[in-house]
């Protein structure tokens, strides 16, 4: 899914995402940040009521840690 979305681990910190990206079916998503947080690897840190969007980003280190190196064998990125 990070493939399809063209989403590298590293741009997986501190993201905004519209409460209407939510409510769509997992196919029909436009983004990956809510397969994301439904599976736990970012977290809501706050929501801003008058754009109506949450602020979403990893939620600690060691997930952060953990995600990266889960993930960056299936990238292009190189340390």
């Known amino acids: 899914m990070m493939r399809k979305y063209d989403v ?18 997992t196919e029909n998503m436009p983004t990956i940040m809510p397969l994301l947080y439904q599976s736990g690897y970012i977290t809501i840190k706050d929501y801003n009521r008058d754009y109506d969007y949450y602020t979403l980003d990893v939620p600690n280190k060691e997930m952060r840690l953990g995600l990266t190196k889960a993930l960056i064998p299936s990238t292009d990125i190189t340390l």
């Open 8 to 25: 590298q681990p590293v741009d997986i910190t501190r993201v905004e995402a519209s409460a209407s990206e939510f409510d769509a079916p």
